[in-house]
């Protein structure tokens, strides 16, 4: 069994992100190996105005509905960056 990781979804557009992949790795046909995806603190906290609970919230719902038996994001588990690289800001 192959997996994928990535690390901070979205990256840079959520809708975009989740048709790309609906359409490319939920498709049986091109692709054979599961992805998961874990949600970006980052860029869901600026989605939902800092709003913790909002923020909560929406990544629940979008891994709920998002998620089917090759494509897993994690409702519970976020990506934070917090190394004070140039690069992270």
């Known amino acids: 069994m192959t997996?994928?990781?990535?690390?901070?979804?979205?990256?840079?557009?959520?809708?975009?992100e989740i048709k790309r992949s609906n359409e490319i790795l939920k498709n049986k046909n091109k692709t054979h190996f599961s992805t998961y995806y874990i949600a970006s603190g980052t860029s869901y906290a600026r989605m939902c105005d800092g709003d913790y609970q909002k923020t909560v919230e929406h990544v629940k719902r979008v891994a709920m509905e998002f998620?089917?038996?090759?494509?897993?994001?994690?409702?519970?588990?976020?990506?934070?960056?917090?190394?004070?690289?140039f690069y992270s800001q």
């Open 67 to 85: 998620s089917d038996g090759q494509v897993i994001m994690y409702p519970d588990k976020v990506k934070a960056l917090c190394d004070g690289a």
């Open 3 to 16: 997996t994928v990781v990535d690390l901070e979804f979205p990256l840079m557009d959520e809708n975009l």
